[in-house]
């Protein structure tokens, strides 16, 4: 059965991290189409985190069709791992690679690329809201 | 499972007014709220700010000087049978007989409650390895503190109420203790009122919050329209107060900027709009802070405007 992890100091909600943790272990291929998802009593009982967190972050990912609930029988994986996401995620990765390269040779460190980072992204959400 | 409302259905917790004086001080004033059934509520306020007594009269103990309390309908301080059957209450010290035996215990617990669950009381022990005939003196902390919360959910209470129930144990007994809390409100319809000091565990557990200071209720709502409700913003230091768009709730100053925490409404333009303001989303954490931080009169002063409707619209104008 898959277990979840939860780490505290992230800052990152929880509901999130237990989509990212589906998300990415579709893309390693820990998670597979069929495979059952625990139950929602035993990830809040596991992890000790609030039952709602745990139901909001599943309904999230049946919005994004990666799983689905059975009625009676629990959530389950319903997308194969995604060769689409995957190619676009190697694209991507080797952008990044490049433009954290020349980040490097500019002179930024950890911070001020995650700064920069932080500060572009809020601007391309405002130019989608606009 | 929403809880942006009631839903129609009865809340599990709804105060009218309520108020409670010592004396002539009042350990609680003007709180009004509604609790949904199923929520995870996390009751948050500094020492003296009436956690205490507001938790003292959901369970029964305590009569208010003002206003009603009433658990799933019922008026809290009633004081019958069926009223003390509805909460279910795990004191911070635990308190448990200690030349009882666990199994002593439960009987006592049976021949008190009409609803007692004695199966359910003795999984709970026995998954967690505490054998029946141990006595209570002979338990650690934590085994004690999960035999009192065994009790509190053998009653079969439909509300449970939690007054720091981990502040005297060590990590792990708090892991366990949590754990089963947690598993218990995903196995059935259990609404949880915990009291806790430790504000960087509350998005962890709670989906509700209630913040008290000085006697009031500062803060009430779902967590999730809380957050979505305040911002933190980062803003040149010579911005005045007035521009902000909606209530300050803390304003830090530095030589060049200054980061407030706003409270905002649906209807206010966001604050993007602007250029060199900077907006971020607000941890709990952070909102939490903010508000038990705030001094007394600002906190009174916009309490009034805001009154017990906390998602209610602002009313601040917005001038430019």
Known sequence: MFRFRLDGSSG?????????????????????????????????????????????????????????????????????????????QGALRESLEQWLREADAAGLNDEAVTALIAVVRQDVKKEKVS | MTHDDTGGSVPALRTTGLGKRYGRLWGLRDCSLSIPPGAIVGLVGSNGAGKTTLLE????????????????????????????????????????????????????????????????????????????????????????AQVSLAMALAKRAPLLVLDEPVASLDPVARLEFMREVMAQVAGGDLTVIIASHVVSELERFCDWLVVLTHGHVQLVGPVDGLLEEHQMLTVPRATPDADLPGIIIHRDDSDRHSSVLLRTSPATPAAQAHQGWHTETVSVEELVMAYLLRPIKAANSSNSARGAQPSGPITKVMSR
Request: charged share 20%.
């Open chain 1, 12 to 88: 990152v909600p929880p509901y999130l991290q237990i989509v990212h943790q589906v998300r990415q272990s579709l893309l390693l291929g820990y998670l597979q189409e069929g495979d059952r998802l625990p139950t929602v009593k035993d990830v809040a009982g596991d992890l000790a985190i609030n039952p709602n967190t745990v139901v909001k972050a599943y309904r999230q990912l049946e919005h994004e069709g990666l799983a689905g609930g059975r009625p009676g029988q629990g959530t389950f994986i319903t997308a194969a791992s995604v060769p689409a996401l995957r190619g676009a």
């Open chain 2, 57 to 144: 009269m959901i369970i029964g103990l305590r009569t208010p000087t003002d206003g009603q309390i009433e658990v799933l309908g019922h008026t809290a301080h009633a004081n019958t049978a069926e009223s003390l059957a509805r909460v279910g209450y795990v004191a911070q010290d635990h308190p448990l007989y200690p030349d009882f035996s666990v199994a002593d215990m439960f009987h006592l617990g049976q021949a008190m409650n009409p609803n007692w669950d004695m199966a359910l009381a003795r999984s709970r022990v026995e998954a967690l390895d505490i054998v029946l005939e141990r006595k209570i003196k002979t338990l650690s902390g934590g085994q004690r």
